[in-house]
C-alpha cells in the first residue's frame, strides 16, 4: 500500500516538481547549450542531461513532505566553474583543454566527486553527475555533499607527459575552488591513481604544505586508503549479493553481463564469477566477447593488461589459450537474455530506442547514468528491476570518505576494517531502499531518491526554513 500523502502536500509537490525540471535548465541565468534528444514514442523533444537527471525526482518527492526551502536549494547547482587550460604539447605546439568543475550542494559536508577525462565531457555532463552525487552521499548517510569535474579530452591521445602537465593545470586553474573542507576531487573514467597523485602534489605546492586530504584514490604511498581501488566494485558486488536471495536467485543459477570492461566492471565480473554467477559477456569500448559457458574473466583480465583487448582466454602460468566466444558488440550485449545486467561503462546506454529489446531480469547500474529516465518507464512496464547508480556504485565515494578520515587523522586501519565498514554501509542502506520500495510500492530508483531527499531536507530544514521563520 502506499504511503498515505497530505493532499495539499502532494499539489505543492507537483507544483515544485515542474519548477524544478523546467528551472534546472539554468545555470547561471543562462540556457545550457548542450542538449540531448530524447525519443518518446512520436514525440521528440530535447532537453538537457541536467533535466533528464531531474527528473528522477518527480515520483520521489510524491513521496516525502519536503520544505519549500530544501527544493529551491536543489533547483541550481551551489558553484559552477569553467576554465581554460593552456598545456605545451611535447611537439612544442600549445593546445587550449576546456575543464569544469562543479559543487552542486553542500549542505551536508564539503562537496566530493570524481574527475573524467573524456572527449564527451561537458558542463552539462560534469552538473548532471554532481547531481546525482548529492543523493548519492545522502543515500549513504556520508557527510558529504555532492561535486564532480573533467576535462574535455582524449587521454589515449595524449603521452605521459602532457597528461601530466594538463593534470597540474587542472588543479594551477581550480585550486581556489578546491580544497579537504570544501571540495574533495576522486578518480573517475579514464583517471587515475597516478593522475590523483599529480593533482593532490600540484595542491600542496600551490598551498606550500601537503594536503592529502583535497584528494582521494591516490597511489598507496601518498596516503590512499586500503580498498580504494576495487571499492566500486566491492559496493555493488554486496548490493547485488543482498538483492538476490530476496528473489530465490541463486548464483550458481545467475547469468550475467558486463558492459564496461574497465576498473569497476572488471572488477565485478571478476568478483561474481568467483561467488559462483555465469559471467557470460563483458565488453570494453572496442567490443565485447560472449560464450553461452561463461568466461574465464581472471584470464581474460590478464589477457587485456597484456595486450589491451579482449579475447576468450584461459591462461595458466604465463600461456594464454583462446576458447571458443562470439564476438558481440557493446549494443548487442545489452539485449542479452540473462538474469543480471551490469552497464559498467558510460552514461546513456539504454534509451527509449533500445529499452524495449533489453531482456534481463535485473539491472545493476554500475556506470553513472546508464538508464535514461524515458527507459525507465519502458523496463518498468517490462517488469524488469533497475538498481540505481546511487546506491550501487556508491562504494567508490564510501572508501573515499574512509580515505579522507584516515587523511585528516594520520591513523590507518587494514584491509579487512575497511571492507568491513565498506559492506556494512552498502549492506544497511539496500536493506532501507528495499523497505521503501516495498512499503511504497514504488521503484527502486524511486525508494533510493526518497530515502535521499529525506537526508536532504533533514539537513536543509536544521538550518531553519519558511516554517522556522513564518509568524506563528
Not at 519549500?68 to 600549445?94: C, H, N, Q, T
Not at 583535497?214 to 559496493?235: D, E, F
Not at 558510460?346 to 535485473?362: G, M
Request: hydrophobic share 40%; with cysteine; net charge neutral.
Amino acid at each position: 500500500m502506499k504511503k498515505a500523502i497530505d493532499k495539499n502536500v502532494y499539489t505543492q509537490s507537483q507544483t515544485n516538481v515542474t519548477i524544478l525540471s523546467r528551472l534546472i535548465l539554468y545555470v547561471n541565468n543562462k540556457w545550457l547549450n548542450k542538449k540531448i534528444k530524447t525519443i518518446t514514442g512520436d514525440d521528440c523533444m530535447e532537453k538537457s542531461l541536467l533535466a533528464d537527471a531531474s527528473v528522477r525526482l518527480e515520483k520521489a518527492l510524491q513521496y516525502v513532505s519536503i520544505s519549500e526551502d530544501a527544493i529551491e536549494r536543489l533547483k541550481y547547482p551551489k558553484a559552477s566553474l569553467s576554465v581554460a587550460i593552456p598545456v605545451r604539447m611535447d611537439d612544442g605546439s600549445l593546445r587550449i583543454f576546456q575543464g569544469h568543475r562543479v559543487r552542486y550542494d553542500d549542505t551536508r559536508g564539503p562537496g566530493k566527486g570524481g574527475v573524467r577525462y573524456h572527449p564527451s565531457v561537458s558542463l552539462d555532463e560534469v552538473q548532471s553527475l554532481a547531481f546525482w552525487m548529492t543523493f548519492k552521499c545522502a543515500l549513504l548517510n556520508l557527510p558529504f555533499g555532492g561535486a564532480k569535474g573533467g576535462i574535455t579530452v582524449n587521454p589515449k591521445e595524449l603521452s605521459k607527459a602532457e597528461l601530466e602537465r594538463l593534470s597540474r593545470g587542472y588543479i594551477e586553474a581550480i585550486a581556489d575552488f578546491i580544497g579537504p573542507d570544501v571540495d574533495i576531487l576522486a578518480p573517475d573514467v579514464y583517471t587515475n591513481e597516478m593522475i590523483m597523485g599529480w593533482m593532490m602534489d600540484q595542491y600542496s605546492i600551490i598551498l606550500r604544505h601537503i594536503s592529502l586530504g583535497v584528494v582521494t584514490g591516490k597511489p598507496v604511498t601518498m596516503g590512499v586508503s586500503q580498498g580504494r581501488g576495487t571499492a566500486t566494485a566491492t559496493g555493488a558486488f554486496h548490493v547485488i549479493n543482498t538483492i538476490l536471495p530476496k528473489y530465490n536467485q541463486k548464483p550458481e543459477e545467475t547469468t550475467s553481463a558486463v558492459q564496461g570492461f574497465g576498473n569497476a566492471g572488471a572488477e565485478i565480473a571478476e568478483l561474481l564469477g568467483n561467488a559462483g554467477y555465469r559471467v557470460i559477456a563483458v565488453s570494453d569500448s572496442r567490443g565485447g566477447i560472449y560464450s553461452e559457458q561463461g568466461l574465464d574473466i581472471p584470464s581474460i583480465r590478464e589477457y587485456k593488461q597484456n595486450n589491451l583487448s579482449i579475447k576468450g582466454v584461459y591462461c595458466q602460468d604465463s600461456v594464454c589459450s583462446i576458447v571458443e566466444h562470439d564476438i558481440i558488440t557493446n549494443e548487442q550485449l545489452l539485449t542479452l537474455d540473462v538474469d543480471v545486467l551490469i552497464p559498467a561503462a558510460l552514461e546513456k546506454q539504454i534509451t527509449a530506442d533500445n529499452a524495449s529489446q533489453i531482456k534481463a531480469k535485473y539491472i545493476f547500474e554500475v556506470a553513472n547514468g546508464p538508464v535514461t529516465s524515458s527507459a525507465d518507464t519502458i523496463l518498468e512496464s517490462k517488469d524488469i528491476k533497475v538498481f540505481p547508480d546511487i546506491l550501487v556504485n556508491a562504494g567508490g565515494v564510501t572508501v573515499s570518505y574512509l580515505e579522507w578520515v584516515q587523511n585528516r587523522n594520520g591513523l590507518y586501519w587494514s584491509l579487512n576494517e575497511v571492507k568491513e565498514q565498506l559492506k556494512s554501509r552498502m549492506i544497511t542502506e539496500t536493506q532501507e531502499v528495499w523497505k521503501i520500495a516495498t512499503k511504497s510500492d514504488v521503484s527502486f530508483r524511486t525508494a533510493a531518491y526518497i530515502h535521499a531527499l529525506d537526508r536532504l531536507n533533514d539537513a536543509m530544514s536544521a538550518k531553519g526554513t519558511r516554517d522556522y521563520y513564518s509568524p506563528c
